[in-house]
């Protein structure tokens, strides 16, 4: 998936084109990712304590992670991602390979 939670994505296609907002959790298993203030739907909850109040609540549901596109930290476009290979060394002393998202606009790191 080309997204990540915490992500500040923008949503290209939908109800919500042209909303930004940050990734609350991505589901990969699925392809979905979950934006706040997007695809919001509203629900009846029941009061389950004495304290917590019921009524409607509105709540974000998922969408599918190909709706929406990465802002780049560094240049604040939405790009297209792509993935860089380098090598990295882990605690243990050993030389691993390690995938860093880079923006294909301005060429900036996005995973530091």
Known sequence: MHVKSNDTVIVISGKDKGKKGKIIAAFPKTGRV?????????????????TQPGGIISKPMPIDASNVMLVCPKCGKATRVSHKVGTQVNDAGKTVRAMTRVCKKCGAEIDG
């Open 34 to 50: 979950t934006v706040e203030g997007v695809a919001m739907a509203t629900k009846h909850q029941k009061p389950r304590t004495a």
